[in-house]
Every structure is written in C-alpha cells, then in structure tokens.
C-alpha cells in the first residue's frame, strides 16, 4: 500500500537519518502530538523597535517581555478568571457557559476533538460558532464565535470572552509556548482559564506586569473517585464500563485479544495515533449503552479531549516511554487519566481506579494523594518576525543556523523558557537543500510532520521537493485515489495510519499555500476514508456475531458513499 502511496523516493529513512545526524549528531526522538507546531499565523506586531534613529539598536533576541508583543490585548485591561479543580469537577462547564452567553467570543483547545465538541455545543445551543483547526475551517453565517485549537487562537480580533482549556499545558516542552501566546495575546474583555491548580502561582505572576485583574475559582470533583485496595488479578474481573490504560499500541491490541477472547466483552480501542474522527466513533460505540463494545482498552490519549462514560479505570503498568527513557507516570498524568473514571451524567454513581498488578497499587495511590507541582516556568518561542529580523543581521542563509543561532543567544526572563525545537531544527537541515524563502521553509518545520514515521517523513520531503520544484503539488503526484483497503493486518492497519498523516498534512499545506497545493477537496475525502477503513478493521477485531456484522456492513456502506 505505500508504494501506492509514495511513487517515488528520493530519500529513504535513512538517509534523512544521516543529514540529521551530519547536522546535530544525534538520532530521531519522537515527540508526541508533532502537529502541536502550527502558528496559525506569522503576523505578531513589533513595536518600539527603534529608538528614533533607525533599528539598528534593537536587540531582536531580547525576549525577555513577551506580553509586549501584543498590543491588542495590553489595550484592554482584562478580567482574568482562572477555574480550577480535578478532572469531572465542572470547572470547563461554567467557563463555557459564560462564552455561550457572550456577544462574541473564542474557544480555544489542545486537541482538535474539543475544539469539535465546543462548536458542537455552541451551535447546538443557537450560538453561530466557526470551528477553525490546523487541519480545517467550517464557518457558520453570522458567527461571532470561534471554536479553536489552541495554535490558531486570534491575537488580533477583539472578543467579550475567551476561554483557554488545559491551561496548564502552559509548561509543556514542546505545546507550552501556544498556550502562553493565547494566555498573553487574546484581546478578551473576559479570560477564562480552565486547568490544574499547579498553574495559579505562575499565571499569577504573569499577569502582574500585563496589569490584568485575576480571580481564581475552585471546584471539587463532583462525583467521588474511590482508589481501590486490590488490583483486577484476573482479567475475567473485567465488567462492563471498566477502562484499562496501556502506553503501548501493541499493547493494547493484546488487551482487546486477551479480554474478547473471553467473549463476554467487546473492546473499542483509542490511542494517539489513531485519526481523531476514528478516536471520536470508537469513545461514542463505548457510550452507547446499546452497544456491545461495552469496554475501553486506550492510551493516554483519554486524558484530554473525549467525554467517556467509564465506572473504572485500569492501569495495566505504572510506567511508560517517553521517548528517552522507560519511567514511572508523574503525577499529575495519574491524575489526569485516573479522573476520567465516574463522569457526572453518567450511570455510574462514582469513579474507580485500580491497578492490573498489586505491585503497581502504591505509586498509584500515593499520586492520588499528592498534589501536581506547582508550575515553575511556561513556555515561549519567537514567531516567524523575529527570526526574519534576525536573519538579516546574519550572513548565513540556512534556516537551520539561524534558528539554532538565535535561540542559543536569545535572552529569557526567569519565568520562561524556550519550547523544544530540535524536531523543528531536523526538518530545517532538510528544507535547507532546497531553493525556498526563509518563510517557506519555516512553514514546512511548522507543519504537523512525524519524523519517526517512514511514510509520514516522506509525505513530507516530497511536498517540500515538488512545492520548491514546481510551486505546484498536487495530489495525485504521490497518491492512487482508490489504492486504500481494508488492512488484514496490524502492520497494514499501522500503515494506513501513516497514510492518514500524509493526507493531514495535505490538507494542512492547502489551507496556507491553497493555489500551490489546490487539491484540499481530494485530500479530504481520502482522508475521511482512511478512517473509515481503521475503523472497519477495528470492527473485525471483535468476535464475530449479528450485531458486529451489522457494524461492519454499515461501514462498508459508508465507505461506498465516500467513494
């Protein structure tokens, strides 16, 4: 299937492995969520840059005063209400009640999927609200309301209320710096904070020299989450409702084998990689009390962004990768993923969690017990005008040693620090061999890439080699419209995945170079299909009975239509 995909390979896996390791001298190390590197526009506006005589004095390194940079939002003097509490304590459902009554007003999310569910809501509500993503646009008549990803948040509109999701994401190495950009930059009469108390003394902090009034309203869970004494043991334990965690994709289809095989249960499945639309229909079969896929075996990846009914959960290790090292969960990821057991509105009068293993019953519980780590620093990093500025002051031409010369003499208050770059640092060696502006070749770096991924890497060098060739790529240069089945395997189910991050990345490039990459309509339905087969091939995983025939030939019914 991925020859059908890429027709052509003009630099294999490792070859983009030595340019890097020419560069920097080490290996890949994925970073989770890639597509978290979106902008959603350069336009940042610079002011004060000179002292009267010319530009020459200003230090484009200095970022040591990012609330500066938005000049919007240093004109209002904002009320800032920071909500914070537990998973399933309500604190997202007031924030969002005050946008609903709001003359105008942005959401913004970490994923995608929540950024769906608002709009969803807001519209349902009789609230016109447009859903903007890195990967889409759906605009509604007479909207005043936008539902989006964090990335894409509008510094430069004026809205009565903002909301910010998961605002403690702030301090994450690699995502931080989006949120401490919408934190700053959103020009809202009212700032509605939603997360972890970890993140009060910071944002506190910041907020002193941006002149913004703060007030922080606490919730408590409102349904009690009960920690159990004794472990599962047996997976004939497993009852309908229960949820159980693993950090390993192979993993968890060992789970789904190992609890169907029993045939009491039917397992839906949800971890990272898969398509949000595939993560989204697998939560809604597990909710549907009507349905036989009456367990959830999942990743991290229900941490954030999904509403599930689960009356348990599981963890079947206290420990996972992160990339450099197998170590033990933190706190604060017990925390997250343990809360989402005993939604309010489900059936279930309260929430457990529990371990596979007696073993792993102490870490467990001694992280419920504890409280997250107050939030030191958050995350910042300069946009495509400082480092335009930079680059004229420089001799070299490369993006590569422009940014990594920048960041290395960029000046921090204390209270920041820079996010993570080096995935963004390996796709500059790369687009450095090729004759495109500074600005191209940042977007490229900024696309949602996946460099450990065979594929997906290639996706990307090709669009890149075709857009600098031609200024023209279309899709059908390394794509067989047709060519997508029904995997039979899960090495093939794998590869589809990374055929769905090509086709995202597409669609990506279509909505910021759309007359260079034109076939966004094409790449849409293809993508949408792709799902549809993942989650077919999901479907054929259970045990075969009417109702599972019934699923499995309603998909394929779908199928047809998209095809």
């Known amino acids: 299937m991925a020859s059908l995909l890429l027709r052509q390979r003009r630099v294999s896996a490792l070859g983009v492995s030595r340019i890097l390791q020419a560069v920097n001298g080490d290996s890949f190390r994925l970073q989770p969520e890639s597509n978290c ?11 004060n840059y000179s002292s009267g005589k010319g530009t020459a004095k200003f230090d484009f390194t200095d970022l040591t005063r990012p609330h500066t940079w ?4 240093r004109k209002k003097q904002r009320k800032v209400f920071l909500h914070v509490g537990p998973t ?43 859903l903007i993503t890195g990967q889409e646009k759906d605009e509604v008549d007479g909207a005043k309301h936008k539902a989006v990803t964090v990335e894409m948040a509008d510094v430069t509109s004026d809205y009565e209320c903002a909301v910010i999701d998961e605002i403690q994401m702030l301090g994450c190495k690699t995502r931080g710096f989006s949120f401490t950009r919408a934190l700053l930059g959103i020009a809202a009469d009212e700032l509605h904070l939603c997360g972890d108390a970890a993140a009060v003394p910071l944002i506190q902090e910041l ?36 949820c159980i965690v693993s950090f390993s994709r192979k993993e968890i289809y060992k789970l789904k084998k190992k609890i169907e095989t029993g045939g009491k249960h039917l397992c839906s499945v949800v971890y990272g990689s898969l398509p949000p639309e595939t993560r989204t229909r697998q939560a809604t079969m ?12 999942a990743s991290d990846a229900i941490g954030m962004g999904l509403n599930l009914n689960i009356s348990r959960i599981i963890f079947s290790t206290m420990k996972k990768f992160d990339g450099l090292e197998m170590r033990d969960l933190t706190v604060p990821e017990v925390k997250q993923i343990a809360g989402r057991a005993g939604r309010y509105g489900s059936k279930y009068p309260m929430g457990e969690v529990t ?7 102490p870490l467990l519980h001694s992280s419920l017990k504890s409280a997250s780590p107050t939030l030191q620093q958050a995350g910042v990093f300069p946009s495509f005008d400082f480092i335009y500025m930079y680059s004229r002051l420089q001799q070299k031409r490369g993006l590569y040693q422009i940014l990594e010369d920048f960041l290395e003499n960029a000046k921090l208050s204390e209270n920041y620090f820079f996010a993570n770059c080096e995935e963004m640092l390996k796709v500059a060696a790369i687009v450095d061999e090729l004759p495109l502006s500074l600005q191209d070749k940042y977007l490229f770096c900024l696309s949602p890439f996946d460099m450990h991924d065979e594929i997906s890497s290639q996706g990307l060098i090709q669009f890149a080699e075709n857009y600098a060739k031609k200024g023209l790529v279309r899709l059908k240069e390394i794509f067989t419209p047709g060519s997508l089945q029904v ?32 076939d966004h309509e094409s790449a849409s339905s293809q993508k ?9 091939f999901l479907e054929r995983l259970g045990f075969q009975n009417p109702t599972s025939r019934k699923l499995n030939s309603l998909m394929a019914k779908k199928r047809r239509q998209y095809l």
């Open 207 to 242: 907020m002193k020299v941006t002149g913004d009034d703060v007030q922080v309203r606490s919730y408590e869970r409102l349904l009690p989450l009960v920690p159990l004494e004794v472990p599962l043991g047996s997976f004939s334990n497993i009852r309908t409702g229960d």
């Open 528 to 536: 949408a299909i792709c799902s549809m087969l993942i989650e077919e």
């Open 88 to 130: 399933n304590s309500g604190k997202t459902y007031h924030a969002l009640k005050r946008l609903e009554s709001s003359s105008s007003g942005v959401y913004c999310g970490p994923l995608r999927l929540l950024a769906w569910e608002v709009a969803k809501r807001l519209n349902k509500a009789r609230v016109p609200c447009d």
């Open 487 to 518: 995997p039979k395997t899960h090495s093939a189910l794998k590869e589809l995945e990374s055929i769905h991050k090509v086709l995202e990345l597409y669609v990506w490039l279509s909505f910021r170079l759309d007359e260079s990459f034109p």
């Open 70 to 73: 938005y000049p919007n939002a």
């Open 286 to 297: 597990f909710n549907d009390a009507s349905n036989e896929f009456d367990v959830l075996v």
């Open 37 to 47: 590197r979106t902008f959603g526009s350069f336009g940042v506006i610079i002011r």
């Open 355 to 361: 371990c596979l293993d007696a073993k792993d019953l």
